[in-house]
Every structure is written in structure tokens, then in C-alpha cells.
């Protein structure tokens, strides 16, 4: 196939129609692909704090192996966060240099050795050292996984399908929780030995992801910019050869005005990409925080958490937490799947608030129920899955977020930087404090850690109102320009290199 690509200054400038090829395909079994081999991964993130949450409580039994309290608990907790935003900065800054597809094959390696290794500990401290190793795992996954997804799913699909692909989440943690019923079953393994078969969960689903994500391609667009524009247009021509053989019909012609001219380069500088989150897009900065942080601190809590609070304050067996668990895991998954469309029909901004501001208000409510009075164990999962249908979406929305407004240069490492800074302020701070409320024994201290996670929930849906971005149905290069860029066509305007994106993108 000829290439489309062509070198007008030195080698180093060309012209490509890569993004906009991507864009107009029909859904196929590629995208299929792509979804299988990358999005999992949240199955896997959603089993691993499933399992601490439903395995907690026989954690701090007596003849577990493992002598922990709920204040360690919530620790362990820490450790994993902690080790998921080192883990996205280490490798989200590897993946914008070194490609999407290295590094996400290393970061699933490393999830997997990490939580069989968790399956053997003995001591607090060599259990906290493997959460923290299976967290870098993870974390490393969402800043590469995120960037190569938005990057291979067209642009009319990608909010319901980013958001479905996040909400997974829930699937693993729906299945993490049913599967962890039969372990923690005295009857069926000793207590000292059920729950670390639990871990073994993960690292088989790791190595069945392993082996479709092989197959996965890299990204096109990382390609061109790195100056492997040929390789580029190998891979699209390949994925266009598909769908015309999956769908017996001629693919739509690419349009002139869909033409981008970059200026190829191996890598751009940290620095660079520094000052374009900073001075180019100072309030799409602010927006990314207060999203993260908001989700994360909420999210983080009740997630690690709901296990012990159900059995400290509810009296709710080791062995039935599970259960109530994967309910929970239900709720969050319904939430994208069903609102994930409005996500590109309605638009980002209204949607985005809208979850963001419901799911505030209906935690501030629980939190004022749990001052007043002691409600029944169903009043209070009540309150918590509807928290959480619409927490869900826009939590996995924030990811969206922060993928599609900065430039593809440094996709991977926005992720990165705004998953680890808000997960490092909200997904740290909310165990432990939840732990130690908690461990107080009084359910009134717990009610004021569910008010603060309201607030910092509606400070993100707040920020959305003021300064999200309208990017449904958008190409990504529209939304933020590449770094690259020498100059680009939108709408038959053509952008110069350095320039501000029109007002209506900020």
C-alpha cells in the first residue's frame, strides 16, 4: 500500500491522515482486540483491591498466618496507592518514550509476579512490600494502557467506550469478591490459607491478558511522531485491510482538511511537556486535580474499606462480606454501561458534573444519617450503591479527561502525573483515615470521613463546570495540539506550531 506519508523538510517534517484513518473506521474486531488485550486490565486492578477488601476482615482474625489490625489494614491499602502513582510516573514517562506497546507487556509482568509473590506473606512488612510492587504494576498500566486505547478507538466512540472499559473495574471486583466466598470458607481451606489462593486469581487472568495483548499493535500515532512514520501506516493499512475483508465494503475517503504536518521527533523534553500542563493549559490542570482527587479520596476509602466497616459495624461475617462486596462491584459497573453514551451525545462537561455533584450530595446525606443514627446494613448499602452508580462513571471519566486534553506527545505521562498527584492527595489519605476512623470503634467518626469525601467530590464536579472540555466526537489532535505539530487543518483552518487551540478547546 502506498504510504500517505511524505517528507517535506529533511526527513524530519511530514504529512500524515493516520489520525484521521483511525477516526472514521466502522467498529471491528480489532477495536475488539484492542478492548480485550488492554482494557482487562481494570479487571485486574478491580480483583486486587477486591480481594484486600473482602479478605480484610480475615486478616485481622486470629490463625490467619498474618497479624494485622484495621489501622494496618488501611496501610496495606496505602502501600498499594502509594506504589500505583510511582509506578505511573516511572513508566508513564517510558511509555511516551519508548512506546505504548513495550511498556505495557512490562507492566503486566510486573503485576503478575507481584501478586503471586503477595500469595506468601507472612509479616506485615513483606505484605506491604508486595503491594506496594503489584500497585507500580498497575499504576504503570493506566498511564500506558489509557493512551494507547484513546488512541485506537475512534473519536465518535470513545467516551462510552473509555468509560466502559474503566468501569471493568467492577467486573473484576464483582468477581474477585464471589471468588473469595469459597476460600475464605473454613470448611473448605484452613484460614491460614484460602486467602492466598484468592491471589493466584490475578496472576492467572494476567497471563491469558499477556498473551492477547501480544497481539496488540503499537500505537500509529505514538509511531509517526517518533519518527517511524512508515511503520505507522503499515499497522492502519493492515487494520483498514481487516475491516474491508470483515465488512465486504469500501472505507469512507480521508479528507485534505484532515491532513497533519509533524515535525518528528525521538523524544520531546520533560520540560516542554511541563510547561504546556502548566502555562499552556493552567485551568485544564486544576480540572485534571480536582477530578483525581475527588475520585480517588472517595473512592479509595469505601473501596478498601467497605469490607472491615460491614464487620465492625454492621456484624457482618468474614465469609459474607464478599458478597456484599461483589453488589457493590455491580452498582459501579452498571453505572458506565448504562450512562456511558451520554457521554458522547450529551456532552462531557454536563455528564462529567452531573455524576461528580450526585454521587457528593448523596454521600453528604449518608454522612448526616451515620451522625444521627445507626441505619440497618441494607439502608446503608443502599445509600452506598447509589453513591457509587454515579461515582463510578465519573471516576472512570476522569481518566478520559485527562487522556484526550493534552498533547499526544505527552499523553501517557498526563495520565501518569494527574493519577499519582490526585490518587497520591485523595487515594492515600482516604484509607488511612478511614482506617483510623474505623478503628475507633465509633461510627460516628466514620459518618465524618464520608462528609469529607463529599466535599472533595464536589469540588471535582465544580471544576468540571468551569473548566471541562467539550471533546465528544472530537479528534484528539483537535482537542489538544500535538507538540509536533507544524501546522494542522481543523474545520479548513490551519493552526500554526505554538499557537493557542481555538477558545471554544480551552
Same mark, same amino acid.
Not at 489494614?73 to 508513564?92: E, K, P, T
Not at 504546556?276 to 469505601?302: D, H, I
Given at each position: 500500500?502506498?504510504?500517505?506519508?511524505?517528507?517535506?523538510?529533511?526527513?524530519?517534517?511530514?504529512?500524515?491522515?493516520?489520525?484521521?484513518? &483511525?477516526?472514521?473506521?466502522?467498529?471491528?474486531?480489532?477495536?475488539?482486540?484492542? /478492548?480485550?488485550?488492554?482494557?482487562?486490565?481494570?479487571?485486574?486492578?478491580?480483583?486486587?483491591?477486591?480481594?484486600?477488601?473482602?479478605?480484610?476482615?480475615?486478616?485481622?482474625?486470629?490463625?490467619?498466618?498474618?497479624?494485622?489490625?484495621?489501622?494496618?489494614?488501611?496501610?496495606?491499602?496505602?502501600?498499594?496507592?502509594?506504589?500505583?502513582?510511582?509506578?505511573?510516573?516511572?513508566?508513564?514517562?517510558?511509555?511516551?518514550?519508548?512506546?505504548?506497546?513495550?511498556?505495557?507487556?512490562?507492566?503486566?509482568?510486573?503485576?503478575?509476579?507481584?501478586?503471586?509473590?503477595?500469595?506468601?506473606?507472612?509479616?506485615?512488612?513483606?505484605?506491604?512490600?508486595?503491594?506496594?510492587?503489584?500497585?507500580?504494576?498497575?499504576?504503570?498500566?493506566?498511564?500506558?494502557?489509557?493512551?494507547?486505547?484513546?488512541?485506537?478507538?475512534?473519536?465518535?466512540?470513545?467516551?462510552?467506550?473509555?468509560?466502559?472499559?474503566?468501569?471493568?473495574?467492577?467486573?473484576?471486583?464483582?468477581?474477585?469478591?464471589?471468588?473469595?466466598?469459597?476460600?475464605?470458607?473454613?470448611?473448605?481451606?484452613?484460614?491460614?490459607?484460602?486467602?492466598?489462593?484468592?491471589?493466584?486469581?490475578?496472576?492467572?487472568?494476567?497471563?491469558?491478558? &499477556?498473551?492477547?495483548?501480544?497481539?496488540?499493535?503499537?500505537?500509529?500515532?505514538?509511531?509517526?511522531?517518533?519518527?517511524?512514520?512508515?511503520?505507522?501506516?503499515?499497522?492502519?493499512?493492515?487494520?483498514?485491510?481487516?475491516?474491508?475483508?470483515?465488512?465486504?465494503?469500501?472505507?469512507?475517503?480521508?479528507?485534505?482538511?484532515?491532513?497533519?504536518?509533524?515535525?518528528?521527533?525521538?523524544?520531546?523534553?520533560?520540560?516542554? /511537556?511541563?510547561?504546556?500542563?502548566?502555562?499552556?493549559?493552567?485551568?485544564?490542570?486544576?480540572?485534571?486535580?480536582?477530578?483525581?482527587?475527588?475520585?480517588?479520596?472517595?473512592?479509595?476509602?469505601?473501596?478498601?474499606?467497605?469490607?472491615?466497616?460491614?464487620?465492625?459495624?454492621?456484624?457482618?461475617?468474614?465469609?459474607? /462480606?464478599?458478597?456484599?462486596?461483589?453488589?457493590?462491584?455491580?452498582?459501579?459497573?452498571?453505572?458506565?454501561?448504562?450512562?456511558?453514551?451520554?457521554?458522547?451525545?450529551?456532552?462531557?462537561?454536563?455528564?462529567?458534573?452531573?455524576?461528580?455533584?450526585?454521587?457528593?450530595?448523596?454521600?453528604?446525606?449518608?454522612?448526616?444519617?451515620?451522625?444521627?443514627?445507626?441505619?440497618?446494613?441494607?439502608?446503608?448499602?443502599?445509600?452506598?450503591?447509589?453513591?457509587?452508580?454515579?461515582?463510578?462513571?465519573?471516576?472512570?471519566?476522569?481518566?478520559?479527561?485527562?487522556?484526550?486534553?493534552?498533547?499526544?506527545?505527552?499523553?501517557?505521562?498526563?495520565?501518569?502525573?494527574?493519577?499519582?498527584?490526585?490518587?497520591?492527595?485523595?487515594?492515600?489519605?482516604?484509607?488511612?483515615?478511614?482506617?483510623?476512623?474505623?478503628?475507633?470503634?465509633?461510627?460516628?467518626?466514620?459518618? /465524618?470521613?464520608?462528609?469529607?469525601?463529599?466535599?472533595?467530590?464536589?469540588?471535582?464536579?465544580?471544576?468540571?463546570?468551569?473548566?471541562?472540555?467539550?471533546?465528544?466526537?472530537?479528534?484528539?489532535?483537535?482537542?489538544?495540539?500535538?507538540?509536533?505539530?507544524?501546522?494542522?487543518?481543523?474545520?479548513?483552518?490551519?493552526?500554526?506550531?505554538?499557537?493557542?487551540?481555538?477558545?471554544?478547546?480551552?
Amino acid at each position: 500500500m502506498a504510504t500517505e506519508a511524505a517528507a517535506t523538510a529533511a526527513g524530519h517534517e511530514i504529512e500524515t491522515r493516520v489520525p484521521a484513518r &483511525l477516526d472514521r473506521l466502522p467498529w471491528s474486531r480489532f477495536h475488539w482486540m484492542v /478492548i480485550i488485550g488492554l482494557g482487562t486490565v481494570w479487571i485486574l486492578d478491580g480483583l486486587e483491591v477486591t480481594i484486600i477488601g473482602s479478605i480484610g476482615d480475615r486478616l485481622t482474625e486470629p490463625g490467619s498466618g498474618i497479624a494485622l489490625d484495621a489501622s494496618q489494614i488501611g496501610s496495606a491499602a496505602a502501600f498499594y496507592v502509594a506504589g500505583a502513582c510511582i509506578g505511573a510516573l516511572f513508566f508513564g514517562q517510558l511509555t511516551d518514550r519508548f512506546g505504548r506497546k513495550k511498556l505495557f507487556l512490562v507492566t503486566l509482568g510486573l503485576y503478575i509476579a507481584a501478586t503471586v509473590a503477595t500469595g506468601f506473606a507472612w509479616t506485615p512488612w513483606y505484605f506491604f512490600a508486595c503491594r506496594f510492587l503489584t500497585g507500580m504494576g498497575i499504576g504503570g498500566e493506566y498511564a500506558a494502557i489509557n493512551s494507547a486505547i484513546d488512541e485506537l478507538i475512534p473519536a465518535r466512540l470513545r467516551g462510552r467506550v473509555d468509560l466502559i472499559i474503566n468501569g471493568s473495574y467492577w467486573v473484576g471486583a464483582s468477581i474477585g469478591a464471589l471468588l473469595t466466598v469459597p476460600l475464605l470458607n473454613t470448611s473448605v481451606f484452613a484460614m491460614d490459607f484460602g486467602w492466598r489462593l484468592a491471589f493466584l486469581i490475578g496472576a492467572v487472568l494476567g497471563v491469558g491478558i &499477556l498473551i492477547v495483548r501480544s497481539h496488540v499493535p503499537e500505537s500509529p500515532r505514538w509511531l509517526f511522531i517518533h519518527g517511524k512514520n512508515e511503520e505507522a501506516e503499515e499497522i492502519v493499512g493492515e487494520i483498514e485491510d481487516e475491516v474491508r475483508e470483515e465488512t465486504g465494503e469500501e472505507l469512507e475517503e480521508v479528507p485534505d482538511d484532515a491532513k497533519l504536518t509533524i515535525h518528528q521527533r525521538a523524544s520531546i523534553p520533560f520540560r516542554e /511537556i511541563a510547561s504546556v500542563a502548566f502555562r499552556k493549559y493552567p485551568k485544564r490542570t486544576v480540572l485534571g486535580l480536582s477530578l483525581f482527587v475527588g475520585q480517588a479520596f472517595l473512592y479509595n476509602a469505601v473501596t478498601f474499606d467497605l469490607g472491615t466497616i460491614l464487620g465492625e459495624f454492621f456484624g457482618i461475617g468474614s465469609g459474607q /462480606i464478599p458478597l456484599y462486596i461483589a453488589l457493590f462491584g455491580v452498582s459501579n459497573f452498571i453505572g458506565p454501561l448504562t450512562l456511558g453514551r451520554l457521554f458522547d451525545t450529551v456532552g462531557r462537561k454536563v455528564m462529567i458534573s452531573l455524576c461528580y455533584l450526585a454521587s457528593a450530595g448523596l454521600t453528604a446525606v449518608l454522612g448526616i444519617v451515620l451522625l444521627s443514627t445507626t441505619p440497618t446494613t441494607w439502608t446503608f448499602m443502599l445509600f452506598v450503591l447509589a453513591i457509587f452508580f454515579f461515582a463510578s462513571s465519573g471516576a472512570s471519566a476522569a481518566y478520559l479527561t485527562v487522556s484526550e486534553i493534552f498533547p499526544m506527545e505527552s499523553r501517557a505521562l498526563s495520565i501518569a502525573f494527574f493519577y499519582a498527584v490526585g490518587t497520591g492527595l485523595g487515594g492515600i489519605v482516604g484509607p488511612l483515615l478511614f482506617g483510623e476512623l474505623i478503628n475507633t470503634g465509633e461510627l460516628e467518626k466514620v459518618a /465524618i470521613g464520608f462528609l469529607i469525601g463529599a466535599a472533595v467530590m464536589a469540588v471535582g464536579g465544580v471544576a468540571e463546570i468551569f473548566f471541562g472540555v467539550n471533546a465528544e466526537g472530537k479528534a484528539l489532535e483537535s482537542i489538544a495540539q500535538p507538540l509536533s505539530a507544524a501546522k494542522m487543518k481543523m474545520s479548513g483552518t490551519e493552526v500554526e506550531s505554538g499557537h493557542e487551540p481555538p477558545a471554544a478547546m480551552v
